[in-house]
C-alpha cells in the first residue's frame, strides 16, 4: 500500500509542479521536490540511526512519520486543480467552457498570490492560445504517445530514466556499506551514521543543483555531471581490480559518483519527464516514464548480486562506467535545452 502510495506521488506531483510553476523558476521548483525527497531520507536516517539498537525499532521509526502524510493529505484538500488542465478540459469540450476558464483565472491566482490578480485572466488567454496553437484543442488517443512529437518526448523522458537506473545507481548506493566497511566501517551503528553523511551529501549537491538550475541550464549540469559519475565508476571499478589495498580510493569514489548523480540525473531526470510531454498525454507519458524508472531500478537491484558473481565487482561498475559514455553521447545529440521556455513553448520548439 505504501508503495502504490509513493508510485501515486511520484507521477502527480512533478507533474502538477511543471504546469504551475512560472517558466523562469520551473527548473528550480522542480528540483526543490527531489530536495525535499531526499531531505526527507536524511531525516529517515537519523530517525533510524536513534532505534538501531532497540529491539524492533522499526516500529517506532514508522510511528514517528505517521503526522507527516496526514498534514501533507489534509493539506491537498485545499490544493487548487492545474490551470493548464482545466483549460485543456475547456478547449476539449468536457465542461463549461466559461466556468473551466474562470476556475483557471481563480487557480492562477490563488497559486501566484497579488502579483498576478490583475494580469491572470490575461495570462489564461495566453496559455489558450498557445495550447489551441500546438494543437491541443482534441483529445488524444494512446497509440498517439508512440507516433510524431510524443515519441520523440518519450524517447527523451524514457532514455532518461532508463539511464538513470542503468548508470548503477541503485547498485552504487546499495553497495555502499560494503565499500565501507573496507574502509573500516565495520559496526551497525558506523553503517548508520555513513548512511547520513551520504544522505547529507546527496542533500548538500542536490541543493546546489536547485540553486544553479535555472542559470546555467539542464544540459550543462547533466553533461558535467554524468562526466563525474562516468569517472568514479571507472575509479571504483579500477579499485576492485587494481587499487584494492587502498580503501581511500574506493571511498572517494564513491562520494564522488554520489555528489555528481545528485547534480544530474537525480533531479534533472524528473524535471525533463514533467515538462517535456504534450500537455494533452503528459499524465499518460509520465506514467510510462515512471514506470519504466521503477522497473528498470528494480531490474538493476535484483540483477546486480548475480552479476557481481559473475563478472566480479570491478569489472561490473566499468560496465557502468562505460553506460555513463552512452548516456553522454544520448544526452549531447538527444536531449533538448528547455531553460527558460514556457511548456506550450517547448512543445512547439523541442519536439
Aim: net charge positive; proline share 4%; charged share 15%.
Amino acid at each position: 500500500m505504501y508503495g502504490i502510495g509513493v508510485g501515486l506521488t511520484m507521477h502527480a506531483a512533478p507533474m502538477y509542479i511543471a504546469e504551475t510553476a512560472p517558466s523562469q523558476i520551473r527548473g528550480r521548483m522542480i528540483s526543490l521536490k527531489e530536495f525535499f525527497t531526499v531531505l526527507g531520507m536524511v531525516g529517515g536516517y537519523g530517525i533510524g540511526s536513534l532505534w538501531v539498537t532497540v529491539t524492533s525499532g522499526w516500529r517506532y521509526m514508522y510511528a514517528t512519520i505517521i503526522p507527516l502524510p496526514v498534514i501533507m493529505g489534509v493539506g491537498m484538500c485545499w490544493l487548487p486543480e492545474s490551470p493548464r488542465w482545466l483549460l485543456l478540459r475547456s478547449l476539449q469540450g468536457k465542461g463549461n467552457v466559461e466556468s473551466l476558464q474562470q476556475a483557471a483565472i481563480k487557480s492562477l491566482r490563488r497559486l501566484r498570490g497579488s502579483v498576478v490578480v490583475d494580469s491572470a485572466a490575461e495570462q489564461v488567454n495566453e496559455i489558450l492560445a498557445e495550447l489551441s496553437s500546438v494543437g491541443e484543442d482534441r483529445e488524444a488517443t494512446l497509440g498517439e504517445l508512440f507516433q510524431g512529437k510524443c515519441l520523440k518526448a518519450l524517447t527523451i523522458a524514457g532514455g532518461l530514466v532508463l539511464l538513470q537506473q542503468i548508470t548503477g545507481q541503485p547498485s552504487v548506493l546499495y553497495y555502499a556499506p560494503s565499500i565501507l566497511q573496507t574502509a573500516g566501517f565495520s559496526a551497525a551503528t558506523d553503517a548508520t551514521r555513513i548512511s547520513i553523511l551520504l544522505g547529507l551529501l546527496k542533500l548538500v549537491m542536490t541543493g546546489v543543483a536547485v540553486i544553479v538550475i535555472d542559470r546555467l541550464g539542464r544540459r550543462p549540469l547533466l553533461l558535467g555531471g554524468v562526466s563525474g559519475m562516468m569517472i568514479s565508476l571507472f575509479l571504483l571499478g579500477s579499485y576492485y581490480i587494481f587499487y584494492n589495498t587502498v580503501p581511500a580510493v574506493a571511498v572517494v569514489a564513491l562520494l564522488l559518483y554520489v555528489g555528481c548523480y545528485q547534480l544530474s540525473f537525480g533531479p534533472i531526470g524528473w524535471l525533463m519527464i514533467s515538462e517535456i510531454f504534450p500537455l494533452k498525454l503528459r499524465g499518460r507519458g509520465i506514467s510510462i516514464a515512471v514506470l519504466v524508472n521503477f522497473g528498470t531500478n528494480a531490474l538493476v537491484t535484483f540483477a546486480f548480486s548475480p552479476l557481481k558473481e559473475l563478472l566480479g565487482a570491478g569489472v561490473l561498475f566499468c560496465g557502468f562506467g562505460v553506460i555513463c559514455v552512452v548516456s553522454l553521447f544520448f544526452i549531447y545529440f538527444i536531449v533538448p535545452e528547455t531553460k527558460g521556455l514556457t511548456l506550450e513553448e517547448i512543445e512547439s520548439k523541442c519536439l
